[in-house]
T-cell receptor, first 112, second 111 residues
Framework: EAQVTQNPRYLITVTGKKLTVTCSQN?????MSWYRQDPGLGLRQIYY???????DKGDVPEGYKVSRKEKRNFPLILESPSPNQTSLYFCASSLSKGNEQYFGPGTRLTVT | QKEVEQNSGPLSVPEGAIASLNCTYS??????FFWYRQYSGKSPELIMF????GDKEDGRFTAQLNKASQYVSLLIRDSQPSDSATYLCAVLSGGYNKLIFGAGTRLAVHP
């Protein structure tokens, strides 16, 4: 089944404790992206990747890191999480930058 | 001015009626436009995409695009309670590197 998977689905952590949210797609897509979704603000792009080893900042990259060492994986790293990073996070992928994006199931992160 | 604007709603329509959802965008260079549906607590799923001026129909859904007015809309005919969700308008930026989402319109279809 073609899909985007994210882990974990739910995470409660404390300020400053490094964490990684994994994202994997099995559709051989070139383009991958991370979004955060907050009430009233919609989906905002954090980082995106056009292909392996090619990443760039989206609209709200502060406090986040990404890497794209393999085509299928695009992990999101929070080196020192803060409460303002409490949000619902979605990973998405598409064949190329202009195509339909397929979303993962989401990761609900709470930072206390 | 936000890059992609939508009325937050809720838009309440009776079952069987036509629901009309609207979206305006600021980047005149935008070429691709998408409508996603998102149920509460779930991930967005694509309903329609449109690239050219005019209408595009798919079943009960019609997307309308007017580039001169920088306006895109989604019509849902014969609305059903199962259509109750938040509808997200997304616009591919003129630089084509990112998809910019509106905050979404919540639709409620009541029996």
């Amino acid at each position: 089944e073609a899909q985007v998977t994210q882990n974990p689905r739910y995470l409660i952590t404390v300020t400053g404790k490094k964490l990684t949210v994994t994202c994997s797609q099995n559709m051989n897509h070139e383009y991958m992206s991370w979004y955060r979704q907050d009430p009233g603000l919609g989906l905002r792009q954090i980082y995106y990747s056009m292909n392996v080893e090619v990443t760039d900042k989206g609209d709200v990259p502060e406090g986040y890191k990404v890497s794209r060492k393999e085509k299928r994986n695009f992990p999101l790293i929070l080196e020192s999480p803060s409460p303002n990073q409490t949000s619902l996070y979605f990973c998405a992928s598409s064949l190329s930058k202009g195509n339909e994006q397929y979303f993962g199931p989401g990761t609900r992160l709470t930072v206390t | 001015q936000k890059e992609v604007e939508q009325n937050s709603g809720p838009l309440s329509v009776p079952e069987g009626a036509i629901a009309s959802l609207n979206c305006t965008y600021s980047d005149r260079g935008s070429q691709s436009f998408f409508w996603y549906r998102q149920y509460s607590g779930k991930s967005p799923e694509l309903i329609m995409f449109i690239y050219s001026n005019g209408d595009k129909e798919d079943g009960r859904f019609t997307a309308q695009l007017n580039k001169a007015s920088q306006y895109v809309s989604l019509l849902i005919r014969d609305s059903q309670p199962s259509d109750s969700a938040t509808y997200l308008c997304a616009v591919l930026s003129g630089g084509y590197n990112k998809l910019i989402f509106g905050a979404g319109t919540r639709l409620a279809v009541h029996p």
